[in-house]
């Protein structure tokens, strides 16, 4: 056991688990912008995939003509393009009221197919990109070097925080999502707010997509997403749908999923069904969580 | 019978007979009429209207058959539609005609093209000059050839414009009322097609052959012959036994997973556990059939399925109680279960050993090899082949039974005479049953190269009819189907919701569990042993064949076979160069978008007044007022709306919590 100790307190440990928890903060950020909306996005892992797909080919695209730029712009890219899919996500739900889980789920299938149909058509091959040169640059020192986005997921936390609490906006988004009806009484365009928290789900998404193919990786690959999106999720319902509560639940999901890294090299448990853990937890902490409401409005579609 | 007073055409039907014959004229004009052969990559020679050849393929000696009937064909086609156009504007009565004569003219162009290259090809066969290789070149070649877009689109177009155009009368309007049902799937399919062509027209280079260069106009006809051949080759299975074949073997796990699917939305209930349910009723399947007593012999096949069964339904239920008794979504712990399942399959068949605490203990279930897969199953837990079940002719001749043809010919004119009498399905099936055992030693000649359809196929329809019985036969079918509607109602009139919603899980994971027999039991996956290539991912296209039947177990059936055709032909889109197979991914997901936003059609459209209110109404295609409902509209109506399922989701935590509060 001594040996399992002196390999979680390891900066090499700390890195991993930096990592595993960024993506599921900014996805988790981003589906609560629209939950907290009224509208249930379980397009999440459909939108990194979309997002990281987006960065990896922009990057690549725009890499000859301008170098050490074009992953910058590459983000920009990945994060327009899930704004863009959860704005179909967007106009499904709520101008064609259709129900949201059955949208969100046609926007995971189409993740699981269109970028193979892309990858081929430009390079050739169904399963991975070419290699970036200029990834993301790395900022930090020693073995906790990160990419960008890794301070702008901190960063987006506090923002979201206060956002959601201290400004016109965020009441407004917490009040379309619990009773959209007194919403719009009191003068709130509550389409426009509920279009505002599916894109911004989008854009963080794919936000956490890019993070993975050029800010963790170089390349776009083959379910490059592992299911992120469905612990983000989660990761929001056990975070009771509050900002702080969904950094503190990455923290958790994250954590395990470090620890499944660096007990998959090691001779303690086997390793996949420690991967199997994090999926387990949410299980069991649903069932105690389950009952917390979420937004009193979320997954229904606005009357009329 | 009262007449309607205004003769004229309703101003929708008008509006759906201009755009589908403008739309056909104009693809007579754009489009390639014919492809007259095609090369091994797809590439064309194709003609236009305007008598013009563009040979595109390597071959560019080839005779071409004799194209000169087909072309006045073509433009009295086209003129005919222009006249619909006009016909149409005017909400003229007799578009009908004109529409159908324009179809019938397309009809006859496909059949004199089909006899010009048949010719051909038996032209090429009589031909010993030819080197073998060569021969089969060139008759691969003429056979790729047929019709292309511009015929197409007026058969299609003009069979809708003389479909609105007959609506006009009662009788056709209450036969095409009863096909409404269809139209959201159609339009969603329709739409689907339409992106996908986008897409094909986006990605794919046009292909040429010849090594001319193209102008625009040849370059657009090469563009728009991709697109006919990407979905002619899609839904190309249909036309030989062998594809055929393949496409229901590949249809029978999406069966299983769309009636899990549906079963769950009948009760508001949302299953994407599918795929995990498949794994554990899949790995079941394996324990009881290598490791199950060899002394059951073949009794050993029942157990091992009815272990994918309860697998199934365990993995189901699961879910199912903790919704039930803590109000956790559905959804959510489907989709975890998904992956816990996906850890324990990869856990038990990906290696012999695993390590606990530092120790190291032995697994028994990978079998010796590279690739992750259990042992082999007994002989006696392998489900045989459907063509063995089905040979008759046990001396070398393959000859299949004609029992299910007749029995199913017996069925559907028993059916039909007996429609008026009560119990006439009984009397139906009776007959069915009666005529298939007669002629099951019947045998019709064949040529089939051997298929790995297995008997699990028959499973999935019994399963299509338990989930019918149940469903609308039975009280509990009644009870899930009020709880699905509206479980607050269903609570009132004391139908226990919690009871409900275990027991749909339990069946949805079940029906999901049983896919696993074809995997493994069926030896779907090449080998009668449980494989890591096993395409879990079925269990999410349950969701779109569910959606896309309806929630009905016909529906089911017919998506299915639809999904499993495109995904035999989608090896055949291969051909081309720069596409890949996925392209079917893409369109089956755009074919659930499209559906799911059904909203676009109009709430007119798809589910319109019953006919009485339309026809006080005085509205312009409605039905002449009948004394009562008549027999297809009662049908309809005691046909069950579907639920929606976030809100009886929603609600239905609201019920099954209230007693905990």
Redesign the interface.
Known sequence: MDGLFAQLLTTAFLATFIRSVVPLLLTGLGGLFSERSGVVNIALDGLIIFGALAGAVATLALEPSLGSLAPWLGWLAGALVGGLIAWIHAVISIKYRADQVISGTAINLLATGVPAVILTALYGSSTESPKVQNALPLWGIGELRFSPPVFFALLTALVTWYVLYRTPFGLRLRATGEHPGAAASMGVNVRRMRYSGVILSGLLAGTAGVFLSIGNLDSYVRNISAGLGFISLAALIFGQWKPLGVLAATILFGFLQALSITLGGTDLLPPTLVQALPYLITIIALAFTGRSAGPKALGKPLDG | MTHLSDSRLSPVAARIALTASAVAAAGLLLFPLATLGRGFDADPVLLHLTGAVTNLSANPDAPLPPTGTVLPLGWAALALLIVSVVGALRRASWVWLTGLLAAVLGIIAVVLLGQGLGEQTARIAADTSLRPGFRRQLRSFYEGGGMNLGLFLTVLGGLITAGAGLSRFPAWWERLNRLRGLLVPAVAISLAVLVGAV?VL???PAVNASGTPLTPWTGWLAKSDLVYFVYSTLFAPVTALNPLLESLKLATPLIFTGLSVAFAFRTGL?N?GAPGQLTIGAIMAMLVGVYGPASLGWGLLPLSVLAAAAGGALWGA?PGI?KA?????E???T???N??AS??F??LI?SNT?????R?YSLPFKAEGFEPASEELREGARLPTLLNLLNVGADGTTALTAGPLVALLAYVVTRLATRRTARGGLIALGAALLAGLLTWRVGIPVTVIGSQLNASFLIALACIGLFGVLMWRTATGYALRAVGLSPRAAEYGGISVARGTILAMTLAGMFAGLAGTHYVNGGALDEYRLKANMPV?VG?DG??VA?MGQNTPAGVMAASLLFGTIDTGSVGVQRLE???R?????????I??FI?????LSRRVTDPPPPQLAATGGGGNAAPATAGLTPSVAAQERATPNP????A??TNKDVT?GG?Q
């Open positions: 897409v986006i990605v794919q949302f994407i699961i903790l008794r803590f109000g956790s979504s959804v959510i712990n989709i975890m279960l992956y816990v850890a324990i990869i856990f990906g695993f390590t606990f605490l530092g190291e991912s999410f969701i779109a959606l720069n596409i890949s996925d392209i079917v991914v893409v369109l089956k997901a755009l659930v978008l799911a936003a059904g909203g676009f929606n399922v976030t809100l989701s929603e919590q905990n």
